[in-house]
Structures are given as structure tokens and as C-alpha cells.
């Protein structure tokens, strides 16, 4: 039988192969379904969240930084990997049937730079310059009946170049609203046929679908986080109400920061992750019984990080890297793709995770599962992606 | 980290106009600037224009402008000065540093949960204080082409002042690069922001260790196992000097990495005595331990660095990055890009990169080509660039106060961290985008119409003493003393012709919709109209 690592490279190649086991099996379509992508930026260290406990390698790779996940992770399943103390919500998740992993996930970046890693991600087409990005591309494809938001601040690249400006509804400080009257016209009308027009426009569009929804939403004392919780545990309550009230928004961003974890991981990364797992299941419960069973939240990277950790009980950039499939609408508790353990000779240089699962094969998965895309409309959100099709 | 080359310029949704226009002519250098031409230098290498601003500009030439943005300091008015004066950024780096850095007195003294609380609290203080003063500054200064250099460069070699301590010597940082910025070298600039304890902090090389030095061995005897962090390393490279692209391989990153060992920060827990016997090196609060350098041999962007060599082997690896042709071409890229357009004409990229490489990589030697481009001065006429957030609130304040002083510093750093950009507040080392794609979003056109419309009402006191002590606008103070402190006080006063030489001419469509307003109405137009979200 072929080695998966073979598998992929000839599927990259362009070869056409039969699939050859379960994680490779298309699932079933639903057009109705809903993504949500949480982008972690700064490179999250993968092996720290979601670590291989049974692996011999770990202690000695990671002196200090395994202890936490040795001594007290969450196993999850059969798997051989424990989810780290803080990470409990993702343990739940996953013994609960709703969360998948794949420890060995990625882009093809080779810089090990963040700007450009994230450049590749967003863009999606695996180079680093383009005119636009997978999900400005993806928002054109979902049509007039269904809509996408970015709850950034600012339009992130993967949102850029498509047919129209995006929405956008920053989570955080003042939102879009604006006082009607002859002065808004008058702005409108000397911003029309410019781009600061189309913005304008787009801005007011959002506030009367999204900002009252968001205005609740921010009412419910819950929304607060805890003292010293992170950003988005704060955040995913109201990001969930949203969405629930808002059926048609069919894809959604966020970016979260704080992952470049050179130095001091074990303490960065215990609020970190316990904030991500606080968040996750927070948008779960915003979103209630019936929104959740039709959506499939991402979670990824740039790139993960050194397999060893370094001299100032960090690590550095690395390759292949975590990625979290979770929802109502998945396949469950596994594993999805391979891991090689940490020998040298399954490093990547000797040094990172390789990259076993192209991040455009599971979005592109998940994409034809939620809305029901051929691999003609795949194609256009993901040109060139490498023709290997994974069950989500 | 998100990006660099700026991320923007990767989608090209506009045809540049220079791509398609005839004949086009250049803007004499040497020759007294029209209003035009003023106002333009002023909004592209400033923050907008004023009626003295203006009126002063106009006595100049394009060449004398930068002369002057490079070599004279900036003056600000009286009542800014004094504010500044007895801010919290006045007292000496070393005294706050050794009373709450690592190792400090009062931080070590900080047992308990409430001691800690408070130093945390005199630490955002500092922080507070170096954003504000930095943006009062900008404001105020009546030489606003040395602030918008001084903000190119401490944005493309940014910190992120929140981070631990480097709260402390933010201010510290603002100034070295402000005196080595007056050096007109790019190389005095990377060696400003390589040497200075914030730099060091903030890219985590300040604990970066080799591993067979004496400093780890005695660590190893105590169980604790110290090394490499090649975090600035790689940012160095990426980032400061050859840029994506500049052809190091991960190898150069590693022996940089090496190369820098022992660069760090002095604490107060350091024995002199220990010092001296070591051969340590002290430059300010930088400190080079030579305990923790590795000495062995390394070779790096293709030169072998030899054995035994210290902190020479660093000044040897600093000048080797500054004067690399990659460098030239990044740098001279990167200037472009804020200075010209988001898609700048690769004839003048090359110019400025042949430029920079001629001079041994003076600053305004890459910027005469830029200027001299026949692209530039359509540029200004066309006003090509999108102002970034920090730039529009202070042209929207300048237009709005002309030439009286815009002293409420909270007003500033309030309004630009909403619209999401403040110096030294980047939390990712690649600093802010310059490019229209990289901020206008629907969201900065709804903040900028709101902003425009408050200050319009004179509901923005933007002329409000800087009260005693620092008011904080981050998540400390209740929300309410924070809505009380911007209420009171006062705006600055008005007036239509202040604003209309701050503008320039209007387009017909602005002049169309300004048809049938109110005065207060016509001043929120013109402030967020298309004209003045651009420059």
C-alpha cells in the first residue's frame, strides 16, 4: 500500500487516485450549512495544545513544555494525543462527538515568516501575491441569497479583491451606526462611484441587518468574560447571536492574536488556549441546539512551531501545524490525517511537523459539505488546490 | 505579524493612472513650492496643512522641506511642552527602570496581589504616557515632516509597548530613534532600535543564550536549561533589513541568531564588580554579556565571522545587513510605498534602491528620486494615498484647531486606538500597513463620518490642557470618568477658511453635496469627505 506521505505528494502532482481510506471519504452535502474560520495569528504551537503524550520523544524533545500535557492532558480517545489542561473545552468536545483534529496540517509555506504564511493561507491559491483572497472569492461564489462577515476591524486579506467590499463588524469598541439625515446623504452621495463610497455603503448596509442584533447581544451580561479571560471568550457570545439571528450570513472570519509563543509558552498558552476552548464553547451555546447542528467551525494557523523547545522555554516558527474541525455537522471524535511520531526522520528538516493535510483540501471539504459546491466552484475558490479530498 | 511587503499591495484592483497618462512632469526640486504643491508635501510627509504651517511651507523648497524634516527638531507650543515637562515620560529611563524593570527595587518589593496590582498600574502609566506624548507631538509639531519620518521609522521597526517591560522604556525607544533619525543613515537607525533595551525585550533576545556558554553551563548546574531564541534574528532579516524575499536561507537566520547572543538588558541585580570582571558592555540600559555569547565560529549572509569574536562580531553583522543590496531594495520599497503609492512605479523603486546603495544608505538620498519622480507630483494632485487612522485624526484635528494647541492628548490616543492603530502599539513586529486595502474597511468609514460629525458639533475637546497626571483610555478607569474626562473641556474653534486651505480645492461632486447645509453640517462634509480621507 502507499505510504500516505507518497499519497500526498502525487495527489499534489496532480495525479488522480482512488481514496483509499475512511478520513477520505466524501461526506454527505447539505447547501444550507454554515463556516466559520477562526484564524489564530502568530503560529500557534500545536504540539502544545493537542499534544502526543504516547509518544516516547515528547519529555525529551520538550523538557519542560510536555509536563502540563503529560502530567495532567486530557487523552483524547484512542488517539495517542491529550488535549492540554487549559484546552478542557476541546477534551469535552471531542469525548461529546463534535470535534475532530488534524495534528499535521498546514500551507505549503517554506518561509517560516509569518506575513508570508498567512499571506498564502488567505490568498489561498499557494503563491504569495494575487488579487484576492479564498474567502473574498468564496462570498462571490455563495451568491445573492447568502452573505459572509468579517468580524475584524479591518477587511483581512482573505476578504479582499472579491466583486464587492464585504461586511464587516468589528466584535470590539463603537460599532457602524450612524445618524440618518440630510448630512448622511449628503455623505453618501459625495462618496458614490468611489471606493470609500462602496465602504460607506456596505457599513450602513450591516448596521441595520447586524447591529442590532450585536447591540443584544453586548446587553447580556454574560457577553462579559470572566476577569481575565481573553479576547475571545468575550467576543464568541456575541459573534454567535449574530449569526443566529442573522441565518442568511453563511461564512464568517475571525482572527485572533498571541500565539508567536517564543518564550514563556506554558504560562502565554494556559490563558491562550483556555480562552479559545472558553470562546468555542460559548459560540455553541450563543448559536443554540438547531444553528449548531449546521455549522462546522475551523480553527487554524499559519504555520505551528519548533517540535523541540527552545532556550527561553518557548518555540520557534515551524511547519505543520493544528487544525480543529468542530461543530454539530461533523464526523466526530478522530484524527484526521496522519502523524509520524517524532523521530527525525518524520521531521520536516528536522526540526518541525511536516505537512501532511493541505489547509485547502479540509476547507474546500468542508465548503462542498455546507454549501452543496461542485469541484467547479471549488476550483474558483481554491485554483490549483491539490486534489486530495477529505471527509469533514 | 501580519505582513510585509505591506499586504494591500498585493491586490491590484486599480490600474495605477501613471500606467496610462502621456507626458508628465516632475516637481522641480529646488524651486519655492506653490500652495499646491505645499499643501501636498504637507499632507504626505505630515499631517495636513494650516494656515502657518502652510504660509511657512511655501518659503520653502521640496528639498529644503526634508532638509529640514531630517535636521531641526520640532518645536511645540508652550502649554504642549510644559504638559510633556511633567508627564511621567520626563523622569530619567534608569531611575524607572531600576525601580520597577526586572530585578527592580519596587518590583521586587511587590509581595502580594494588591503590590503587584499597583506596580502594574505605575507601569501602564509609562506606557500611557510614551503614546500620548508621541501623538502630541505629532500633533503639535510645527515640523510635521520630521514626525511623519520619525513615525515611518518606528513603524517599520516596531515594538509593542505593552509587553512586559518594555512599557518602561517605550519613551526610550521614541527618542533614540528620534536622535538617530536626525543621522539621515539607515544604518544608524537599525543599530538605535537594535541597541535599545525596548528591541531587545520585545523580540524576546534579551534571554537568548548559546547554549555552550559560560552563562548556561552555570545555569545547567542549577538544573536550568538555558539557549537559543531566534525570534529577532529572523525579524531582523525579515523584517528590519533584507526583507521576504532577500535571499537568507534559515541557516543565516540560526547563525544570526548566534551572532547576537549576550545582546540583552542590564538589571539592577547585576553586580558591577561581576561586570567589569566579565568584559561586560553597557551602553545605557543595552548591556552586552559577553556570558552569554556564543564564540564560536559562524558564517552568515555568505562571510565567515571567526572564532572569539563578541560584540564587534554584532556591530560586523548590523553594518553587513544595513549595506546589503536587498536592504537597499526593501527599504527603498517600503519608503515608496508610504511616500508615493500603494503600487509604486518600479522605475522609481529601482531609483531610490540604486540611490540608497550609492550613499551607503542615507535616507534622504532615497527619498530625492522619489520626489523627483514626475509619478509624485501626480501622486499629490491626485491624492493617491489613503490616510492611515493616526494621520486622519491628526489632519482632522489640525484642520479642525489650525494653529492653536491640541492638547488633549486623551482625545488622540482614544480616538486612534478605536480606529485601531496607535505608535508603538502594533502588537506583531511588522508594524501597520500603509496601503489604502490595508484600513479602509467599512467600519474606518463609519468611525471617520462619526468622528467628523463630533468634531464638527465642537463635542471633541481637542484643546483641553493636559490635566495633571495621565488619564488612561485603556480598560482601567470606569467608563464613565472616562465619557466625563472627554466631555468637559473644549473644542477648538472653527472656521471655515482654516479648513478650506486645509483641504484645497473640493471635487464638484463634494461641492454638489455641500449644497443646502448648515455651516456645522458643511464642516462635517468637507471633514469626511472623499478629499480629506485621502492627501
Redesign the interface.
Known sequence: MLKRRTLLSLAASGMSLPVLDAWALPGPARPDGRLILIFLRGGLDGLHAIAPVTDPLLAELRPTLSTSAIDDGLRLGSSGFAAHPAFRAVADLYRAGELAFAPCAGTTDTSRSHFQAQDLFELGTGAIHGSSGFLARAADALGTGRGAISFTREIPLAFQGGESVPQVAPLSGSGLKLPPGRLLEALRSAHRGLRTGEALEQALATETEVESAMTMAMEVPAARGAPGAGAFNRVANTMGQVLRNNPRLAMAFLDLGGFDTHANEEAILSRGLADLGAGLLALKTALGQDEWQRTRVVVMSEFGRTVRENGTRGTDHGHGGLMLLCGGSGRGARMVGDFGGLTERSLNENRDLPVLVDWRSVLAACMEEAFAWNGAVLDTVFPGRPRQRLAV | ????PE??L????VLPLWAVAGALQAMPLDAAMDEATARGMLGRFGFGATPAALAQTMRLTPRQYLQRAFNEPSLLPRKVSDALGSSPIAEPVETVWNRLGPGGYERRGARDAEARKRQQQQERRYLTAAVQARLLTMANSDNPGHEALLAFWLNHFSVYAPKGPVKLVAWDYIQALDRALRADSFEELLRASFFSPAMQVY??NA???A?DSSA?RQAARRGK???????LA?ELL??HTLG?GGGYT?HDVQELARIITGAGVSTPLMQERNLARVGAVRMGLFLFDPRRHDYGEKKFLGQVFPAGHGLDEIDRALRLMAQHPATARHVALKLARRFLADEPPESVVAAMTRAYLASGGRISDTLWPLLQAPQFEQSLAQRSKFKEPVDYLLSVARAACGDQPIANALVLSAGVL?M?QAPLMR??P?GYGSG????????????R??TA?GVAAGRVPLALDAAPGVVDPGMEQGADARRARLQQGMACTLDAHTLEQSIGPL?R??L???S??SAR?RV??LL???EF?RR
Open positions: 505579524m501580519v505582513r510585509l499586504r494591500c498585493k491586490l491590484l484592483r523580540l524576546d534571554q537568548s543564550t547554549p548556561a536549561e538555558l539557549g537559543i531564541n531566534e525570534n529572523r525579515e523584517l521576504v534559515q478605536d485601531g502588537s506583531t511588522e489604502e486595502a490595508d484600513w479602509l474597511s467599512p467600519a474606518a468609514m463609519a468611525k463620518v462619526r460629525m471635487s461632486a463634494t454638489a453635496a455641500a443646502g447645509l453640517e462635517a462634509l469626511a469627505s472623499p480621507m
